[in-house]
């Protein structure tokens, strides 16, 4: 309730924070692995997948940045109680930079914009959210 929004994450040597003076923001650093791809359709769309797939190059690499993003995106809303499939929908992925700028719809209580950006470090994938 003070005057900054931050979050924060960690991953096994790594760790990461963002903090804001005016807007939400959440984080998430997650490490690279093909296990991933066991639990995508628990927190994924069929419409997600495919998206994340067309756009991202790796299928480990795709479903990190998507379980990333809505991890981020989670810490965002800070407020709990949330389904990664059914309250969070990205609907569209972009190539910027060395990054991919994601929307994400947060459709819980609110039908709120979110802007997601996320990309690889050493075998990581660093992903932030904030506010539309």
Not at 67 to 87: C, P, R
Request: aromatic share 10%; net charge negative.
């Amino acid at each position: 309730n003070g005057d900054l929004h931050f979050s924060l994450s960690h991953c096994g040597y790594y760790a990461a924070a963002i903090v804001s003076s005016s807007q939400k923001v959440g984080i998430d650093i997650e490490q690279i692995q093909t296990r991933i791809l066991k639990l995508r359709q628990k927190f994924l769309s069929p419409e997600e997948e495919l998206l994340l797939t067309q756009n991202i190059h790796g299928e480990a690499e795709a479903y990190t940045f998507g379980w990333a993003l809505k991890e981020a995106t989670y810490k965002w809303n800070g407020e709990g109680l949330v389904d990664f499939k059914q309250h969070m929908l990205i609907e569209s992925i972009q190539n910027q930079e060395n990054r991919w700028v994601a929307t994400c719809r947060f459709l819980k209580n609110k039908n709120e914009k979110i802007i997601v950006s996320g990309f690889p470090v050493d075998g990581h994938m660093l992903a932030y959210a904030m506010s539309h």
